[in-house]
Each structure stands twice: as C-alpha cells, then as structure tokens.
C-alpha cells in the first residue's frame, strides 16, 4: 500500500495516545495529544491547517484539516462511541476537495482506538500503476 510505513507510524501515534488517556475526553484534547506523540516520533505536520474549497475554480469556503503530516496525508479526528458512514463520507470529500491522495480517520472515542485508512478515488483513478483498493 501507499504510504503504509507513513500511516502506520501515524496510527502507532494514536495508539500510544488512546491507550494512555483512553476514551471520554473531547476531540481536542485528543488532538493536542496527537501533536505531542507525531512531534516526540519525528514526524512533520501542520495542525489545523487551512484549506481552501473550490468550485469550478471559484472559492466557496474553508475547512482546517486536523492535521496534515509530512504534506502527504491528511489524518481528521473524532472522539466518538463509533464511527459512522457520515465520517467516513466527510473525510472523503476533503480527500476530494484537497486533491490529496491518503487520509486517516482517527476515533478515539471509542473503547478501542478506531482508524480507517480512506484513498482518494478521483486520484487513484488517474494513477493506473497504484492497485489501491478503495472502501467505495
């Protein structure tokens, strides 16, 4: 897979988080955790970093992606009982929006640590050589 040694060292992150705060607490305590674990790994990323949307080249708003690490994967957070399709089609769409290829969805708010690796379609369709296979 793409990246897999990249969102693994991301993940082994969150896993050293969750499993030192465990679940309850609000999605920004979570983030502020995170930061702390990826920076004590060596890994680069901009937390809440703004990105712009478009449509048809015309600018419709803005979204800060929770983090954006080593300026490859996009990783969006949650701190809830579980994860739903609503999640996983929101991450998606900043996939899209951001044109960036990898991301990560990230649950701590479950009992055990939740995490979905989510490909871009629209670019995996244009790189005939990757044989990602999507969740969609």
Aim: charged share 30%; aromatic share 10%.
């Amino acid at each position: 897979m793409k990246y897999e040694e990249l969102t693994g060292k991301i993940i082994g992150c969150a896993m050293k988080v969750h499993s030192f705060l465990g679940n309850g607490f609000p999605e920004i305590i979570y983030q502020r955790a995170l930061a702390i674990e990826m920076e004590l790994s060596g890994l680069k990323f901009e937390m809440e970093k703004e990105m712009l949307i478009y449509y048809r080249d015309r600018l419709i708003g803005k979204r800060n992606a929770d983090f954006f690490v080593e300026e490859l994967i996009m990783v969006e957070i949650k701190a809830k009982s579980q994860l739903e399709n609503d999640n996983i089609n929101q991450t998606m769409n900043y996939l899209e929006a951001y044109k960036t290829e990898i991301g990560l969805l990230i649950n701590f708010g479950a009992k055990s640590l939740e995490f979905k690796r989510i490909h871009n379609n629209k670019i995996i369709k244009d790189s005939p050589k990757d044989k990602t296979i999507s969740p969609h």
